[in-house]
């Protein structure tokens, strides 16, 4: 079983920046696509970025291009999103998945962390 454990979230202005760190532990598989999802007030869960372990392509929601990037660094078996240009509907509970998959509706994450909350203030 996988542990994630997410920080860095907090409160900052529209058009701030902030960096989520999600760090992995227990049995991890390095075929995982690792993500990062999000959770607003009243919505459901929603896709944010993957990245595979291993390296390879990256995949964005159209909301965060150009705005977020997600990368990892595997000798700290940690993943991290980079947020900049912050928008107060980025606002939400940010959670870190491990061995994300694609759905015929987009992604599905398998291990969850607790999450992580980010507000962005107008």
């Known amino acids: 079983q996988v542990q994630l454990v997410e920080s860095g979230g907090g409160l900052v202005q529209a058009g701030g920046s902030l960096r989520l760190s999600c760090v992995a532990s227990g049995r991890i598989s390095r075929s995982y696509v690792m993500g990062w999802f999000r959770q607003a007030p009243g919505k459901e869960r929603e896709f944010v970025a993957t990245i595979p372990w291993r390296g390879g392509i990256t995949y964005y929601a159209d909301f965060v291009k150009g705005r977020f990037t997600i990368s990892r660094d595997n000798a700290k078996n940690t993943v991290y999103l980079q947020m900049n240009s912050l928008k107060p509907e980025d606002t939400g509970v940010y959670y870190c998945?491990?061995?994300?998959?694609?759905?015929?509706?987009?992604?599905?994450?398998?291990?969850w962390g607790q999450g992580t909350q980010v507000t962005v203030s107008s």
């Open positions: 998945a491990a061995d994300a998959t694609r759905t015929s509706s987009g992604w599905a994450g398998g291990s």
